[in-house]
């Protein structure tokens, strides 16, 4: 059964950092396209950054491109979401997601291309 648990979310001041985990089950990472979206209170999900499964090149969004990166250790079956310089704007429970790489183009980070959804974890930026 494919599954995808994220972790690491918690609360963290203005400026801080925060290492996101995407731990997959029933699948190789390394042959699939995973994402990272967030979404906050009374707004849409939103892409944040995603890595194609055919060379591991990754995409993000603009709004935390600089701020955020996304790795991945094929050994560990697991994906990162590295977030540095955090916002009270980066507020939101955060998912990853399993997906094709029509969804994960520059510029364009789809949801609706994503499926095998994790839970999600909080993150919270506030002083």
């Known amino acids: 059964q494919l599954q995808l648990v994220e972790s690491g979310g918690g609360l963290v001041q203005p400026g801080g950092s925060l290492r996101l985990s995407c731990a997959a089950s029933?699948?190789?990472?390394?042959?699939?396209?995973i994402g990272w979206f967030r979404q906050a209170p009374g707004k849409e999900r939103e892409g944040v950054s995603c890595?194609?499964?055919?060379?591991?090149?990754?995409n993000y969004a603009a709004s935390v491109e600089g701020r955020f990166t996304i790795s991945r250790d094929n050994a560990k079956n697991t994906v990162y979401l590295q977030m540095s310089s955090l916002k009270p704007e980066d507020t939101a429970v955060y998912y990853c997601?399993?997906?094709?790489?029509?969804?994960?183009?520059?510029?364009?980070?789809?949801?609706?291309?994503?499926?095998?959804w994790g839970q999600g974890t909080q993150v919270t930026v506030s002083s």
């Open positions: 890595i194609r499964s055919s060379d591991g090149s990754p």
């Open positions: 997601a399993a997906g094709s790489n029509t969804g994960c183009l520059l510029g364009s980070i789809n949801p609706s291309r994503f499926g095998s």
């Open positions: 029933g699948f190789t990472i390394r042959n699939t396209v």
